[in-house]
């Protein structure tokens, strides 16, 4: 009598076990990002009276003046190419080249800020000489890894004037995450390059 009871509540508890063991495994939710939705690309000039430079940035960017100030800052001619969408900036700060000297020192800086403060953090840094459509020269450092500026370059004409760029994010540095603003933004950078002139 008692083997009638236990039998069948064996059965049952038998088939919970299976049937619990049979069911879907649900992890939690895999981490992502937000969609981001970029703007068309357009341009307008910078070509302000006084400024030694010109050049095209995009219609979603807006300049102001660098409110920085080092010892050897040039002049005022120092902007930043603010770009709030994407909480991005780009610095640019503009210097005479007076002797040879000076122009070595200039790209030896350039150098340094491209590298040495990135190099425990970098993954890559990859350095390119290229030649602009209006003849101007510069180098182009691209910077991987989870660095503070991926993107960085400097335009001279070797006897007066030096102009260098970088692009900042006012977040923490995080490659995956701003990787696809980056690559729009260097579209940026490229077109600003090619269309700048001495004035």
Known sequence: MLSRIIYPCLMIGAALLFTACNSDYSAGKKKG???IDFPEKKYQAFSQPGYPYSFEYPVYARVSKDSTFFEDKAEDWWINIDIPQFNGKIHISYKNISSASRFDSLTAD??????????????????????????????????????????QFYLTDSVRHFLRGALYFNAAPNADSLGIVNDFLKKDLHHLINTLQWK
């Open 33 to 35: 990002y937000f969609r």
């Open 110 to 151: 350039a150098y340094k800020m491209a590298t040495r403060q990135h190099m425990d953090i970098a993954t890559g840094i990859y350095d390119s000489l290229f030649r602009t459509p209006n003849g101007l020269n510069g180098m182009y450092y691209s910077l991987s890894g989870n660095t503070a500026t991926a993107n």
